[in-house]
T-cell receptor, first 115, second 113 residues
Framework: DVKVTQSSRYLVKRTGEKVFLECVQD?????MFWYRQDPGLGLRLIYFSYDVKMKEKGDIPEGYSVSREKKERFSLILESASTNQTSMYLCASSSPGGGHGDTQYFGPGTRLTVL | GNSVTQMEGPVTLSEEAFLTINCTYT??????LFWYVQYPGEGLQLLLKATKADDKGSNKGFEATYRKETTSFHLEKGSVQVSDSAVYFC????????????FGAGTRLAVHP
């Protein structure tokens, strides 16, 4: 069974803290993605990576950074957490996708609350 | 740019009712289209997809047909069950490679016995 795991299901942090969200996939996928999910807004792409050490900004990268040192692991970093970053964070992975696109596989999500 | 618009929820139905969740898109060309489902407390999982015009994707009794004339990909099921209660997301594959997806806002479905 394909698997994407995220380090925490629930996380509570203080404003100004540095926060690390970890994602690991076991499918040898090249592509990995970080989204945030907010009611009424669907999923919005924060960052993605198409190879080790390679990263691209998504639609809402401000206030976030990422790291991909190994193929199976993709980390999302909140340099200085703020209350407006309270959200559900979802990680996904996929193979590169041919002409029609391949399935993205999602982790269970991390619900982050910033106080 | 590309975008996806879904009908607003929540949609509340009785068991065995017919379901339609509307989805329309704006895109250049003919992107692949997807429906993902998110059950309570879980991440998203692919429900079905269609890769070209007039294709019909189907899975678990759900169906959606890629209509290029109306730029739509409506999700349908003939008889819903309580276990179908979830949030449903329509998505399209963005141009530019990397298998990026653009998602709609999601539609919550609640099915009552």
């Amino acid at each position: 069974d394909v698997k994407v795991t995220q380090s925490s299901r629930y996380l509570v942090k203080r404003t100004g803290e540095k926060v690390f969200l970890e994602c690991v996939q076991d499918m040898d996928h090249e592509n990995m993605f970080w989204y945030r999910q907010d009611p009424g807004l669907g999923l919005r792409l924060i960052y993605f990576s198409y190879d080790v050490k390679m990263k691209e900004k998504g639609d809402i990268p401000e206030g976030y950074s990422v790291s991909r040192e190994k193929k199976e692991r993709f980390s999302l970093i909140l340099e200085s957490a703020s209350t407006n970053q309270t959200s559900m964070y979802l990680c996904a992975s996929s193979s590169p996708g041919g002409g029609h696109g391949d399935t993205q596989y999602f982790g269970p999500g991390t619900r982050l609350t910033v106080l | 740019g590309n975008s996806v618009t879904q009908m607003e929820g929540p949609v509340t139905l009785s068991e065995e009712a017919f379901l339609t969740i509307n989805c329309t898109y704006t895109a250049t060309g003919y992107p692949s289209l997807f429906w993902y489902v998110q059950y309570p407390g879980e991440g998203l999982q692919l429900l079905l997809k269609a890769t070209k015009a007039d294709d019909k994707g189907s899975n678990k009794g759900f169906e959606a047909t890629y209509r290029k004339e109306t730029t739509s990909f409506h999700l349908e099921k003939g008889s819903v069950q309580v276990s179908d209660s979830a949030v449903y997301f329509c998505a399209l594959r963005d141009a530019g490679g990397y298998n990026k997806l653009i998602f709609g806002a999601g539609t919550r479905l609640a099915v009552h016995p």
